[in-house]
Nanobody, 125 residues
């Protein structure tokens, strides 16, 4: 499955953005999806995850209460709504997928098989 992210940009602190991840090549309905981010000079870190049906979600503590992950399997798309953005949210955001229909939460980069090229998010103070 091929993933492509969009929706990144340069915004001021406090503003909202919604990232999208569109899949091509296979239906997403049997894939567990996640969002990760990588700040300049740092490793790729878990942000949020959602089960294949969308019934369960999981968030990193740093974004809990501000970010919301969701999916529309009919559109083969996963979203990351980011509210109350902070300068420390500046990073390249990556969408990731793994073929899994269970509810165990995957938060490690090595648990995902497919990755998009990323979309840049810059938050100015």
């Amino acid at each position: 499955v091929r993933l492509v992210e969009s929706g990144g940009g340069l915004v001021q602190s406090g503003i909202s953005l919604r990232l999208s991840c569109v899949a091509d090549g296979d239906t997403l309905s049997e894939y567990y999806m996640g969002w990760f981010r990588q700040a300049p000079g740092k490793g790729r870190k878990f942000v949020a995850a959602i089960t294949s049906t969308g019934g369960n979600t999981y968030y990193a503590d740093s974004v809990k209460g501000r970010f919301t992950i969701s999916r529309d399997n009919d559109k083969n798309t996963v979203y990351l709504q980011m509210n109350s953005l902070k300068p420390e949210d500046t990073a390249v955001y990556y969408c990731a997928a793994t073929y899994y229909t269970g509810t165990y939460f995957h938060t490690d980069v090595n648990e995902y098989d497919y990755w998009g090229p990323g979309t840049h998010v810059t938050v100015s103070s």
